[in-house]
């Protein structure tokens, strides 16, 4: 992610993602705990899921590995998504996001894949 503002906007998704997933998937996702609000906890989250999203093209380019189509970054994001949930979840204690088990970081990985593939299509048009 070259612009701050692109930054801003998917920290923005991810957190409200993370605060609103478990009002939709009641019983399989937790925001908060004793130490952190459902408002922070996503916070938090959101932004070390935008983290590992920014980081993972300076990644790949540095293990020299080449993807050129569309499909395929999304596969690789599909793939960055579902760990950095699963670990964000996996860590629940600190960042204040649990999911019930791991199909669970599948379903929002995939959800979440699909919103920033829109938000990248219609919005930034090749920016990022």
Not at 65 to 88: A, P, R, S
């Amino acid at each position: 992610m070259k612009d701050s503002r692109v930054f801003l906007l998917f920290w923005l998704v991810n957190s409200a993602f993370f605060y609103f997933a478990p009002f939709i998937f009641t019983g399989f996702i937790v925001s908060g705990n004793v130490r952190l609000t459902a408002f922070l906890a996503s916070i938090i989250s959101g932004f070390l899921l935008t983290v590992i999203d920014a980081a993972t093209q300076p990644f790949s380019a540095s293990l020299k590995i080449k993807l050129q189509e569309d499909w395929q970054w999304t596969l690789c994001f599909l793939f960055v998504n579902v760990l950095g949930i699963w670990l964000i979840a996996r860590y629940a204690d600190l960042t204040g996001v649990g999911i019930s088990n791991a199909w669970m970081a599948v379903l929002m990985g995939a959800i979440l894949t699909l919103i920033q593939w829109l938000i990248e299509k219609f919005l930034f048009k090749k920016q990022i």
